[in-house]
């Protein structure tokens, strides 16, 4: 198995940056996956790890060796891509042993192998059908087994869940992060869903306009973004950003937004020391925010917008100074729209941003695992 | 109920009834061809006109095929001479065209949008435009009267439309399955000649057919191309046909006849792959 390193690698077209020094070092036996909205420069990213393209700028080493000027077909990585493509002329035997008769493997050996990995995925029955016979889950354990048949390095998957249809994507989720742990292989995986993103990953690389925003494991990314970016992108629904204003009163620091104020807890009020007083963009969690209809005391009085039960949890939007909000409860009782509610925010689940910058103010690694961040991204 | 059944029934009679119109308008000429290829003398200028002449008269075919009439002994070259110009301009068209049109739909390169435009453009001009500078060019290349110098002239206006052609088909095949096949182990032109090419088969056959059938019955490149009977080509042997004083219908129809033969089997022949290949291909990729 093997490690990919990523030494300030960039990819320009012309004058346009698609993708800007990344550094990254991928360990061996690990998940990592770029994660981004679309166009943010990840599948880009994975095209120069396999050497489809050639980076403008930086190294890219697998195994410590660099192989900018290696052929995609000598770096001994395999890539799922996002439309499978399966090559449509050739049954299932004939895709999956088309990477072992390419390295002009003896044929006992390729049919050994082609039947061993048809097994391991449940592919043997359908060995002599052609793709288009198959349905979509078919299809992407035959582009799965293609990529693993030959047992490579590494393997680079762009996308190849969203071609399916979402409890397909739920199953293989599970099903190919168990293969990668059971072949105990390297994989560097690309999506635009978080969801995907957190709950299949060891570490994310979080990319934005062709940047790296930050590494880390999910639950790093999740609890302490590095940016407003990070925060937003990360979390569903996504967390509540609005401007506020940073205030000292007598000493205490206190945020002020409208509609209300909020104290700040004392593992954030330490790090703001040092800080002026001024605009800040505040982030807070819908798991974070706790709604009830009647008045309590600390609880900011609110107006209903919608509520959405969906079954196991219920979303409940209030307005906050005309701001929408968007709250996680478990539950949530069924009253009038636009009536009077009252929500009360857990500090310790707050975030904070730099006005301009959108950089974090806060090290939130130093905030308690406390209530609002105890439930997790689903 | 009732109504609507009439109805399709109707709508079902229209329909066959302009699909026989049109096969009638197509299929007349050459049923008149075979018909006239086969009738004595005296009745091809029979009136009223007779479809199924009285007696077979082979004997156009025989003095055709046997070489038997002094106009026509050279049949035989000359068949040799048209299935060498139309193969060589489907081969070598295909052999241009094929990475012509690859690197068109898939690489990046200055000028392409404007190169691609002029390949196009070329198709506006009438034929007769390049005739007398191509006559000069291959006089000067010494290619005058062979078999390169008709097939040069043919794939200079056989290749635009080949190339736009293969483009679409390459167009539809997603690049993603070429990257596949290098990830794979193939060369970048291991990913062409492997993956892309033989989806493109049904365009490759369409190109085949197309450049064929213009390379198999142009007449005036090749007229002006060819100056020995040895090097003419079949379609100009139909001239001999025409004689000072009268002219032979029936060994003309004939002669007609014969050189249609090919094509008709061409297409037969193809046509089954071709379905086959875009049923195939059909695959939404």
């Known amino acids: 198995m093997a490690t990919v390193e990523l030494k300030a690698v960039a990819r320009k077209y012309g004058n346009v940056t698609a993708v800007s020094e990344v550094n990254l070092t991928v360990g061996d036996k690990e998940f990592v996956t770029l994660v981004g909205p679309s166009g943010c420069g990840k599948t880009t990213l994975l095209h120069m790890i396999a050497g489809l393209l050639e980076p403008t700028a930086g190294e890219v080493l697998i195994d410590g060796q660099v192989v900018n000027h290696v052929d995609p077909k000598d770096r001994d990585i395999s890539m799922v891509f996002q439309n499978f493509a399966l090559y449509p002329l050739k049954d299932v035997y004939g895709n999956l042993a088309f990477p072992l008769r390419m390295r002009k493997m003896p044929t006992a050996e390729i049919d050994r192998r082609v039947k061993e990995t048809a097994a391991l995925l449940g592919l043997t029955d359908l060995l002599s059908r052609k793709p288009r016979e198959l349905s979509g889950g078919q299809q992407q354990r035959v582009a799965l087994g293609r990529a693993i048949v030959r047992s490579p390095k590494a393997f680079l998957m762009d996308e190849p869940l969203s071609n399916l249809d979402a409890k397909l994507r739920v199953q293989m989720r599970a099903e190919i992060k168990r293969m990668q742990r059971t072949l105990g292989v390297t994989v560097i995986y690309v999506t635009h869903d978080q969801v995907e993103a957190m709950t299949m990953s060891d570490r994310l690389v979080v990319m934005n306009q062709g940047q790296v925003q930050q590494v880390g494991t999910p639950q790093e990314v999740f609890r302490n973004p590095v940016n407003q970016f990070v925060a937003g992108f990360i979390g569903s629904p996504s967390i509540n950003l609005f401007p506020a204003r940073l205030l000292s009163d007598a000493g205490t620091l206190v945020l002020s937004m409208d509609g209300g104020a909020l104290p700040i807890p004392e593992w954030a009020a330490q790090q703001l020391r040092q800080r002026a007083a001024g605009a800040v963009i505040l982030g807070i969690r819908p798991s974070a925010i706790s709604v009830f209809t009647s008045e309590r005391s600390g609880a900011q009085r609110c107006a209903l917008y919608d509520i959405e039960p969906t079954g196991e949890e219920t979303y409940v939007y209030i307005t906050l100074g005309g701001r929408l909000l968007v709250s996680r409860m478990d539950d949530f009782p069924t009253v009038p729209m636009s009536s009077a509610v009252w929500a009360q925010f857990a500090v310790d689940g707050l975030h904070l941003f730099h006005a301009e910058t959108g950089q974090s103010l806060l090290d939130r690694s130093l905030a308690p695992a406390g209530e609002g961040e105890l439930r997790g991204p689903s | ?254 002669w007609a006849f014969i050189m249609s033969v090919p094509i008709v089997i061409l297409f037969g022949a193809l046509q089954k792959f071709f379905l086959r290949a875009l049923t195939a291909g059909s695959l939404k990729y």
């Not at chain 2, 068109?104 to 000028?111: C, Y």
């Not at chain 2, 794939?155 to 690049?175: H, N, Y």
């Open chain 2, 1 to 254: 109920m009732g109504g609507h059944l009439t109805r399709r029934l109707l709508a079902s009679l229209g329909l066959y009834t302009v699909l026989l119109v049109l096969l009638v308008l197509a299929l007349a000429p050459f049923l008149w061809m075979i018909s006239s290829s086969l009738k004595m003398e005296r009745e091809l200028y029979q009136y009223p006109a007779v479809w199924i002449p009285a007696r077979f008269n082979w004997e156009n075919y025989r003095k055709i095929l046997l070489g038997l009439d002094p106009m026509t002994t050279l049949f035989g070259r000359q068949a040799l001479n048209s299935l060498i110009v139309s193969f060589g301009t489907s081969a070598f068209g295909l052999l241009v065209a094929l990475p012509c049109a690859y690197a068109f739909s898939r690489f990046q390169f200055p000028g392409k949008r404007s190169m691609f435009l002029a390949v196009l453009l070329q198709n506006v001009f009438p034929l007769i435009a390049f005739l007398l500078p191509l006559y000069f060019m291959m006089g000067t290349l010494g290619l005058r009267n062979t078999y390169a110098g008709l097939i040069i002239a043919y794939l200079v206006f056989t290749m635009p439309l080949s190339v736009w052609l293969l483009k679409g088909f390459f167009d539809s095949i997603p690049p993603d399955m070429e990257r596949a096949a290098r990830m794979d182990g193939c060369t970048r032109f291991g990913a062409f000649w492997r993956i892309a090419v033989p989806l493109a088969t049904p365009g490759m056959i369409a190109t085949v057919i197309y450049t064929f059938t213009i390379a198999w019955n142009e007449y005036m490149y090749a007229l002006a191309m060819t100056s020995s009977a040895n090097m003419r080509v079949l379609q100009l042997g139909i001239n001999a046909f025409f004689r000072q004083e009268t002219t032979d219908w029936g060994g003309l129809m004939a």
